[in-house]
């Protein structure tokens, strides 16, 4: 559904829509010492709080504007207004990791985000590993090692063994098991997916 | 969910300034909780204002005090050398919280703030004295395995969830905060509040008021410290029972001692009594003893988590028995 | 033997499940769609008094809330293999029969409308006190009429004086709490008319079954509807029947003349697609001094709603697994105000792990090793009727997994191993579960000019490996590369196949493929010997050999053709298609073995290897079923160990309707899993290779070998599943 569709009979019309790249400000670096003694500004160039925004998401490489309501969670945007189904619902409460994703190449649960929290930030999902036709080595060692059955947890779980190798917590089987455990497998490929992500981890070029 | 309006700035004045300014509004660190808390009503706050952007996140030392940023994020913290080295309870604690992607994005600031997992608190279908003061509390006559045998009221017994504010509470933190009437720091053991008649009350906070940082001293036993956690599966679950212990021991006795329990209270739960029966004796079963049975001393059990009192104690002496070297 | 079927080939899926290409039923995208959300009763018993709408009305977006009042009319379907086991249907009428029933259901332009307009709907309830707890109505248990698996009570031979004749007697009871599927995939529906044809993509294991269900429930002829479900992400069973709020999303997208789509939140999943029952067993053996079994008296008592009484909980095991020349069998209801029980993975691991929990106290009893209690009471027969099973290789099971688990070094006595303070258990189990006697498969195959086939059958990948197997089934029968078949499910419109479940599909839909394929493949080689451009021609039929493409005259191999240039030259597509022939009864069966390490002051429980043999018939290929294997070992960690379904008795309502206080195993939960299999075909399912049903019985017995080695690691035997830390250090037991 574009995302035009989504809202054109919501209030949008009634209320502000914010370009929410505008109210971002890059921190810079601050001494320890000021973690304390936070600076109250002299004056505020505050952006006004808006219902609804238009934000930028770049998504597996390509640039992706959509407006949103406040509300709606980056894995609703993606799904439900840019058509990227790879990241998967199974819980929508950070429970089971089927809608794992990079951001800014770190993973996080999609549902526990919001849409305009990721404004201007890199998304990888699971559609934007393999390079065409070339597989990323974690998807073939999935496929290799059968570390799924219906599937519906695989796009979470091969983001999350990504970020995993590049974490480096692969260092032994136990040690894969506790740092993939953020992402449920109901069909118990459990062992599988420990020997994919070992497999992966020492293909090495990630 | 309700729509709200959301603000993002890199200000901290600006945050406190926009929550203070609306009855309805929150702060949103990493969003893994309160963004939970939205979609089950829970909450609904009409302002939702961001600080992930603001400059709170760094980690370090300073004047013998550990200082994080309210926006320091869990993974980054329980992974940095200095809280490895010199303060393990706190990295040890972050580490069994949660899921690698949850800490990759909830704040310290956020955790500390995490709401109780107390079922019928997030369960708009039941009543709630904490949710909605007065409708009362089904779980004192519930399905209670998981509640508090300390710290609870007839109003409330939900157990409070945050594995790093008991191992903050072990070591003395103090949390400082901006508000609208300017910066404070709080002592970590009069952060969390007992329910009491009150459970809706949950800390010291005031309305508008944001944590900006965690400051820690570093202690004598904070460098040993340890956290044991307990619970139904192997990891990604919320404590049944945790302990954070720090100890020093000299000449054959302990000198210092601080223990700090989770899954147990209604707020992250330092046992004064404990730490007495151990202070200035040796690490004995003996001793080891004498401080279970002063942890669990007026604990209040009950249909479903009466366990909880010998697994407390339970978890208390193993932890122990390592600080003696044997087990 | 052919080279294909049996080889692990990879699964064919796989790129599309790796990449995000599937398409699972809440991806597909369907312009213009509308979302629905439901709302749920918060009362347990009682009825609606007045529900105002007024605010979610007026909240943006929302296009209809449609209750009791408003919600179009809908017919029970009563066909069973429409698989509507429910015998209501919500939102007809004010009545509430448990929590988390549907009292509405929000239509909004967005998912966000939707959720937030369902939050502003307002009921208010009539409330009378529910009964939700069945050890509290033990005393209204029953036993009902005859169900889907037949009668709910058997007697064989005389059970009293089996126990009278014994020479050691026990007499114990088990109980296993309320269980949920969980499949990842939360059930979703997307429901399209077109004009007056409906197109229904849906989280379905029984498309044929969705599909019958809405015919009668709206009365819309069935050529009319088609339904859709190339990729199921799990089911367990949730997905096999049909639930209301398919049907409800059918109906209001006709209502409404636009796509409704509804996708079920994880908490609305505990009410809305049945569940596992809280069961309560006895079991009374009876044996002699050698281990010879007398008696089994052996009384399940289940929950079921308050407005059906289907029992899914069957017995099996008991009937089936062991000679024992008595047996009696009752399965009781008891009616409680929470939903409708339904099948999940393993309806029969409820009564294996009573009775392979059973035997291991019998073994100790008896002082006896409890592999020898098991082979002193073999059976090669179903003893329940006599007859011969189709095979049944378990002798070979239990010695191949002895061996492998290193079972002669475990000392049997409790509490004599340990590693310092850690105790060491080793437990063991048959595993068991009946495949088959279900209505099968029909199938169709196309043979292109290209020398390509598109074989199809209305069946289901629920993630065993539908796609992959069948490919290689068809590619064998035909006579084709792997690469020219493709094979096609997850369509009405394609020949039937009954619900993916009980173990099903690989028996009933290989047979149905072997069948359709081997026709055509005929077909082929008729064509080509009548053919007088062909080399082939005029060479009797039986004589002709087909490989990899290539027809060839068996005694003289040079002399060939290839499918591509038959079928070129006949100048249209070969086709075959074959009905549906109900797949053969069967018994697939295994022995399994689990090692736990117990830390006794702490109660943490971790299973630290497990080790199953199974006698599977043929394996078609082991790549996918070693998998299974596997699955079903980690449901048996999470079944014995730590899922648990709750229920606050006050409130009627499940306290934990979600994957944080439900829980399911995380991978740190899990250990190596070691997978063997016979691998002998079993003659009564010749037309499916041999093959025999098998994802049922994994879980099996595994769960009683954990409970087992629990025993055995610490000397305590507990009865009341999960064994979670509370109960190991329960009473008091020593640190």
């Known amino acids: 559904m574009a995302d035009s569709d989504a809202l054109s009979t919501g209030e949008r019309s009634r209320r502000n829509v914010l370009k929410a790249g505008a109210a971002v400000a890059v921190s810079g670096g601050v001494a320890p010492l000021a973690l304390a003694h936070p600076a109250v500004a002299a004056e505020s160039a505050l952006p006004p709080p808006a219902s609804t925004a238009e934000v930028t998401l770049r998504v597996n490489g390509v640039r992706r504007n959509v407006t949103v309501e406040s509300r709606v969670t980056l894995l609703d945007a993606l799904r439900e207004r840019l058509g990227v189904t790879g990241p998967k619902k199974g819980c929508d409460r950070g429970e089971c990791g089927a809608c794992t994703v990079l951001v800014e190449g770190q993973r996080v649960k999609s549902c526990m985000t919001l849409a305009v929290m990721e404004d201007n930030r890199d998304i990888t999902t699971v559609e934007g590993l393999a390079r065409g036709d070339e597989l990323h080595p974690v998807q073939a060692a999935f496929i290799q090692r059968d570390a799924f059955q219906c599937g519906f947890c695989t796009s979470g779980q091969i983001m999350s063994a990504v970020a995993c190798i590049k974490e480096g917590h692969t260092g032994s089987h136990a040690e894969i098991r506790d740092w993939m455990s953020g992402n449920l497998c109901r069909c118990g490929c459990y062992p599988n997916i420990v020997e994919a992500v070992r497999d992966a981890a020492k293909g090495g070029k990630l | 969910m309700k729509l709200f309006d959301y603000a993002r700035t890199s200000r901290v004045s600006d945050a406190v300034g926009l929550v203070a300014g609306h009855p309805g509004g929150a702060f949103i660190g990493g969003g893994t909780e309160l963004t939970n808390l939205m979609k089950d009503g829970v909450l609904a706050p009409d302002l939702v204002v961001d600080v992930g952007a603001l400059a709170l996140a760094d980690i370090g030392v300073r004047k013998g005090q550990l200082l994080i940023g309210a926006t320091a994020r869990m993974g980054d913290v329980a992974e940095h050398p200095v809280v490895r080295e010199r303060f393990p309870v706190i990295s040890e604690a972050l580490l069994a919280s949660a899921s690698p992607q949850v800490r990759n994005r909830a704040t310290i600031g956020g955790n500390l703030m995490q709401r109780t997992r107390c079922w019928y608190y997030r369960d708009v279908g039941s009543a709630c004295n904490k949710r909605e003061p007065g409708s009362g509390c089904p779980a004192i006559g519930g399905q209670n395995r998981w509640h508090a045998i300390h710290g609870g009221s007839d109003h409330c017994i939900a157990v409070h969830p945050s594995d790093l504010a008991v191992s903050l509470t072990a070591l003395d933190a103090t949390v400082l905060t901006l508000g609208p009437d300017g910066r404070r720091s709080i002592p970590i053991g009069d952060f969390y509040r007992l329910p009491g008649s009150t459970p809706d009350q949950e800390t010291a906070l005031r309305h508008g008021e944001l944590i900006t940082a965690v400051e820690i001293p570093e202690s004598g036993p904070a460098a040993g410290s340890r956290y044991l956690k307990l619970r139904d599966r192997a990891t990604f679950e919320f404590a049944v029972v945790s302990v954070a212990a720090a100890l020093i021991q000299a000449g054959g006795v302990v000198t210092d001692v601080r223990l700090a329990f989770g899954g147990i209270a209604t707020r992250p739960w330092r046992s004064a009594g404990a730490e007495e029966a151990l202070r200035g004796h040796p690490l004995t079963q003996a001793t080891i003893a004498a401080a279970g049975r002063a942890l669990v001393d007026g604990a209040q059990p009950r249909e479903h988590n009466a366990f909880k009192v010998e697994l407390v104690q339970r978890a208390l002496a193993d932890i122990l028995e390592d600080f003696g070297g044997r087990k | 033997m052919s080279p294909i079927v049996g080889s692990p080939v990879a699964r064919i899926d796989g790129r599309a499940k790796v990449t995000g290409a599937a398409t699972y039923t809440a991806d597909t995208q369907v312009s213009g769609a509308l979302y629905g959300y439901l709302v749920l009763s918060t009362i347990a018993n009682g009825r609606i008094t007045g529900i105002t709408t007024q605010d979610a009305e007026r909240s943006p977006g929302v296009v209809g809330i449609f209750t009791h009042q408003n919600m179009p009319r809908l017919a029970v379907p009563t066909s069973q293999l429409a698989a509507y086991w429910k015998r209501v249907i919500p939102l007809q009428n004010a009545d509430i029969h448990h929590s988390g029933q549907p009292v509405a259901y929000v239509v909004a332009q967005t998912l966000e409308q939707a959720q937030h307009a369902a939050s502003l709907v307002n009921v208010t309830y009539d409330a009378r006190t529910p009964q939700t707890s069945l050890s509290g109505a033990m005393d209204e248990a029953y036993v009902p009429d005859p169900g889907l698996e037949g009668p709910n009570e058997v007697t064989r031979g005389d059970t009293e004086a089996g126990l009278a004749q014994a020479d050691v007697r026990i007499d114990v009871s088990y109980t296993t709490p309320m269980h949920h599927h969980n499949a990842l995939e939360p059930s979703a529906t997307t429901a399209v008319w077109d004009g007056d044809r409906l197109t229904v993509h849906e989280t379905a294991q029984g498309i044929n079954a969705t599909r019958l269900s809405l015919s009668e429930a709206l009365d819309v002829p069935l050529a009319n509807i088609r339904v859709l479900s190339p990729f199921l992400g799990g089911g367990f069973g949730a997905k096999g029947p049909v639930w209301p709020h398919t049907m409800f999303t059918a109906a209001l997208a006709r209502h409404l003349r636009h796509p409704v789509k509804l996708v079920l939140s994880r908490a609305?999943?505990?009410?809305?697609?049945?569940?596992?029952?809280?069961?309560?067993?006895?079991?009374?053996?009876?044996?002699?001094?050698?281990g010879t079994l007398t008696a089994i008296d052996h009384i399940t008592t289940s929950q079921v709603s308050r407005t059906e009484d289907l029992l899914f909980n069957t017995s099996e095991p008991t009937r089936m697994l062991y000679a024992c020349p008595n047996v009696h069998v009752a399965q009781r209801a008891v009616k409680l105000h929470l939903p409708a029980p339904s099948n999940m993975r393993s309806p029969e691991v409820v009564a294996a792990h009573g009775l392979e929990t059973a035997l291991d106290e019998l073994s100790y009893e008896l002082d006896m090793d409890p592999i020898k209690l098991r082979l002193r009471n073999y059976t090669s027969v179903n003893p329940d009727n006599g007859a011969a099973f189709g095979s049944k290789h378990l002798q070979e099971c239990y010695r191949r997994g002895a061996d492998a688990f290193g079972w002669s070094k475990r000392d049997p006595r409790p509490r004599s191993m340990r590693d310092g303070d850690t105790l060491i258990g080793l437990g063991m189990a048959s595993a068991a579960h009946t495949a088959g006697g279900r209505p099968g498969a029909g199938a169709r195959v196309v043979i292109s000019a290209n020398g390509k086939a598109v074989v199809q059958v209305a069946t289901h990948d629920i993630g065993t490996g539908t796609y992959t197997v069948m490919s290689q089934v068809a590619a064998d029968s035909l006579g084709l590369d792997l690469d020219d078949v493709d094979f096609e499910l997850g369509d009405t419109d394609y020949p039937f196949a009954f619900v993916s479940a009980a173990s099903a599909t690989a028996p009933g839909v290989s047979a149905a493929v072997n069948r359709a394929c081997t026709t055509a493949r005929r077909s082929v080689i008729d064509i080509a010997v009548a053919d007088p451009r062909s080399p082939l021609h005029g060479i009797p039929a039986d004589q002709i050999t087909v490989e990899a493409g290539i027809l060839y005259d068996t005694d003289r191999p040079k002399l060939r053709d290839t499918i591509r240039a038959v079928v070129t030259r006949h100048g249209e597509p070969v086709e075959a298609t074959t009905n549906p022939v109900p797949i053969p009864p069967g018994y697939t069966t295994g022995a399994v073995f689990a090692e736990v390490r117990v830390d006794p002051r702490l109660g943490q429980v971790r299973v630290t290897r497990m080790h199953g043999i199974f006698d599977a018939g043929r394996v078609l290929n082991r790549r996918t079923l070693r998998s299974q294997a596997i699955g079903g070992a980690v449901w048996a960690v999470g079944f014995t160990l730590s899922e648990h379904t709750m229920v606050d008795h006050h409130l009627g309502r499940i306290v934990n309707p979600n994957l944080s206080g439900y829980l399911v195993p995380v991978n740190a939960d899990i250990p190596e899993i070691h997978i063997g299999f016979v691998d002998k075909p079993d003659p009564a399912n010749r037309e499916a290779f041999g093959a025999r049903g098998f994802g049922e019985t994994p879980m099996t017995g595994m769960t009683a070998a954990i409970g087992n080695a629990v025993y055995h690691a610490t000397g305590r035997r507990i009865r009341d599943l999960p064994i979670t830390l509370d109960k190991i250090i329960g009473d008091g037991e020593a640190g």
């Not at chain 3, 505990?270 to 009876?286: I, K, W």
């Open chain 3, 268 to 290: 609305q999943a505990y009410t809305s697609n049945g569940h596992r029952p809280e069961a309560h067993q006895r079991f009374r053996l009876g044996a002699k001094r050698d």
